[in-house]
Nanobody, 115 residues
Framework: QVQLVESGGGLVQPGGSLRLSCAAS????????MGWYRQAPGKERELVAV???????NYADSVKGRFTISRDNAKNTVYLQMNSLKPEDTAVYYC?????????WGQGTQVTVSS
């Protein structure tokens, strides 16, 4: 059974940094593109970063230059390094397969950017 467990969220001041982790189990992790998604209150979930199985990355314009996605296939884990955080980055962050959201969603991790 596929399981995605996100962690690393928290409360941070504007301009601060956080590193999110997503541990996957029950899948052949290395063959999948993986993505980080977020959902802010009252808004639809959006894809913010994706990393292909070979390591190529893409970002939403709103986070380009501030967020970095990476993966460790040996640990079945995908990361999201978030720098220069803004209040508008406040959301619940989730990971999933990066093209078609193939897996059941995990519980997500809350990121709140506020002074």
């Amino acid at each position: 059974q596929v399981q995605l467990v996100e962690s690393g969220g928290g409360l941070v001041q504007p301009g601060g940094s956080l590193r999110l982790s997503c541990a996957a189990s029950g899948i052949m992790f290395r063959i999948y593109a993986m993505g980080w998604y977020r959902q802010a209150p009252g808004k639809e979930r959006e894809l913010v970063a994706v990393i292909a199985s070979a390591g190529v990355t893409n970002y939403a314009d709103s986070v380009k230059g501030r967020f970095t996605i990476s993966r460790d296939n040996a640990k079945n884990t995908v990361y999201l390094q978030m720098n220069s955080l803004k209040p508008e980055d406040t959301a619940v962050y989730y990971c999933n397969e990066g093209r078609n959201e193939l897996f059941n969603w995990g519980q997500g991790t809350q990121v709140t950017v506020s002074s």
